[in-house]
């Protein structure tokens, strides 16, 4: 048995890597900082509610893990490098990021809100390229210089990139560009050992839509009825694989839809 086949199914250890997540406050961005603080990465949660990030950092370091509450709006450039330095001040370094800051706003164009339009495009795409241009010398670097000689961006988008559909288009809009974004800087940085990757799901219960209308809450609801849909461990689980696959793999593009879904 080769060397390389014998390592087949067994992930990274990532013990003494750090990780930085967007979103971590609540749902996918929670279940994902959980999930790879356990696998022994220190984990530093970014969001803007500082009190949540607090009692999710006690519960991770509680549990013998390592964690740093760094509230922030990604929205905001300055910010967004300000709190990658910080991270990399607390931890010493940064192997991984999982941009996974999100808003979802639905509704027709016609009589749209332009301000809801706004504020998608702020977080679920300027907020992400913020990110990710801030982290990215930090990853090269780790990629560099690290033991295993490789780093992760994970970008979280949705099925919503991958589709379009009446009612969601500036939503979708934001979701394609995540996916467009996500692989042309694949091509840019992937010989250097930096893997790109995004994670679409389908519908999950996350505080996501929390923000639609009751009657758009009614249509989606009625939408996955009759679905056993998502919840943030399966997403945080395919996180988790992602970022623990040999030097040599990389899963840049993963789709997770309920079993059920015909969507």
């Not at 982290?135 to 090269?140: F, N």
């Not at 692989?183 to 999950?204: D, K, Y």
Request: aromatic share 4%.
């Amino acid at each position: 048995m080769s060397e390389r086949s014998g390592r087949r199914g067994i992930g990274r250890d990532l013990a003494g890597t750090a990780v930085l997540v967007t979103g971590a406050s609540s749902g996918i961005g929670e279940a994902a900082a959980r999930a790879l603080a356990a696998r022994g990465a220190a984990v530093a949660l970014v969001a803007r509610r500082a009190e949540r990030l607090e009692r999710l950092a006690g519960e991770i370091e509680a549990a013998g893990g390592l964690a740093v509450a760094l509230a922030a709006d990604v929205t905001d450039g300055d910010a967004a490098a300000d709190v990658v330095a910080r991270a990399v001040d607390r931890f010493g370094r940064l192997d991984t990021v999982v941009a996974n800051a999100g808003v979802m706003l639905l509704g027709p164009v016609e009589h749209a809100e332009v301000a809801d339009w706004e504020r998608m495009v702020s977080l679920n795409v300027m907020g992400c390229l913020y990110v990710a241009r801030a982290a990215l010398g930090e990853l090269l670097r780790a990629a560099r210089q690290s033991a295993d000689k490789v780093a992760d961006l994970v970008l979280v988008s949705s099925i919503a990139g991958r589709r379009a559909d009446a009612g969601s288009a500036v939503y979708n809009l934001t979701k394609h560009g995540v996916g467009a974004f996500a692989e042309a800087l694949r091509q840019e940085v992937t010989q250097r050992h930096v893997r790109v990757s995004v994670v679409e799901p389908g519908p999950v219960t996350t505080e996501l839509t929390s923000h639609l209308s009751p009657e758009l809450r009614a249509r989606a609801d009625e939408r996955w009825r009759d679905v056993t849909v998502l919840d943030a461990d399966d997403i945080a689980d395919a996180i988790e694989y992602i970022v623990t696959r040999p030097r040599h793999v990389a899963v840049n593009e993963l789709v997770v839809r309920p079993s059920e879904s015909v969507f």
